[in-house]
């Protein structure tokens, strides 16, 4: 089973790809790997922020969510962080682990 530290290790690995390929400003994550209440199907969170003048068109940001799941060998839910909705906001700001 998949930990934080091995989900930040990998994509560490892979950050100055992540940044050339997809434009990214930042990228966290939150959830259940935070909290450490993942199970063997948990999904990992992802928050991502891009550089203004480069957000994605769906089909791109498909093709990162589709990306980081073969690194990551696991179901992401890839969140751009302009895109949270309001009720859930704070909570995941909160607990979001950038790397």
């Known amino acids: 089973m998949r930990t934080l530290n091995k989900i930040r290790e990998i994509l560490l690995k892979h950050i100055?790809?992540?940044r050339r390929i997809y434009k990214i400003k930042e990228i966290g994550v939150f959830g259940s790997f935070i909290r450490e209440k993942q199970k063997r199907n948990s999904d990992i969170d992802i928050l991502v922020e891009f550089k203004d003048?480069?957000?994605?068109d769906l089909l791109k940001f498909i093709e990162m969510?589709?990306?980081?799941?073969k690194l990551l060998k696991k179901?992401?839910?890839?969140v751009r962080k302009g895109g949270v909705r309001p009720e859930l906001k704070d909570i995941i700001l909160k607990e979001v682990v950038y790397l």
């Open 53 to 56: 003048e480069n957000i994605p």
């Open 65 to 69: 969510e589709s990306y980081l799941e």
């Open 16 to 18: 100055d790809e992540l």
């Open 75 to 78: 179901k992401v839910d890839l």
